[in-house]
């Protein structure tokens, strides 16, 4: 076994876990379950991958899950498949995925990859990292929920470490 193949088999478990968690978890905020976070979701505004706007204010009444990423973030482009079937399985009740990308070349690397990979789910660009910056975005993958009502209802910074916040709901299915 070459070295690098446990390390690469370490990271893909670790994207797998993640993946699993925030779509079960987004199947339990689809469901109707809420956490009780209580900082409201911060007003963004983000252009699109094709130059149209996009507000978050619009998106009020649905489930969102809003991962900040980068092309060169090495588990970042790796989750994108499940965030994917997450939104390909639970959009008719809901869920929105916007992925906002903090690569600073912007669309001219951003296009490429979402065409390769077929994602269908909106794509925000932040290349000055303004939004990154009023969601205290420090690591990347990040990953905030956002509940129907507009409330950040839980957030996961960087790689999971496989504990449960307290207080999250099914917690034993993770």
């Known amino acids: 076994m070459r070295a690098g193949s446990s390390r690469r088999d370490t990271t893909r478990r670790a994207v797998r876990r993640r993946a699993f ?3 079960a978890l987004a199947l339990a905020l689809v469901a109707g379950s809420a956490i009780g976070a209580e900082d409201r979701v911060r007003a963004l505004r983000l252009t699109r991958l094709h130059g149209r706007g996009l ?3 619009d998106l009020r ?4 899950v809003l991962n ?5 973030c090495e588990p970042c482009p790796e989750e994108m498949p499940a965030l994917e079937r997450a939104s390909r399985t639970y959009r008719d009740r809901g ?7 903090v690569d600073r070349e912007g669309a001219a690397v951003v296009m490429p990859f979402v065409k390769r990979h077929a994602l269908t789910f909106p794509v ?3 290349p000055q990292q303004t939004a990154a910056r009023l969601y205290r975005v420090w690591a ?7 509940g129907r009502k507009g409330s950040a209802l839980f957030s996961v910074r960087g790689r999971v470490s496989g504990t449960v916040p307290p207080g999250m709901p099914s917690s034993r299915a993770f």
Do not use: C, E, N, Q
Request: aromatic share 10%.
């Open 95 to 101: 869920l929105v995925v916007l992925a906002v990308s």
């Open 124 to 126: 925000g660009l932040d």
């Open 61 to 64: 009444g649905k489930v969102l």
């Open 55 to 57: 507000a978050l204010g």
């Open 140 to 146: 990347l993958p990040a990953t905030i929920i956002v």
């Open 21 to 23: 968690r925030i779509g």
């Open 68 to 72: 900040f990423w980068a092309r060169w």
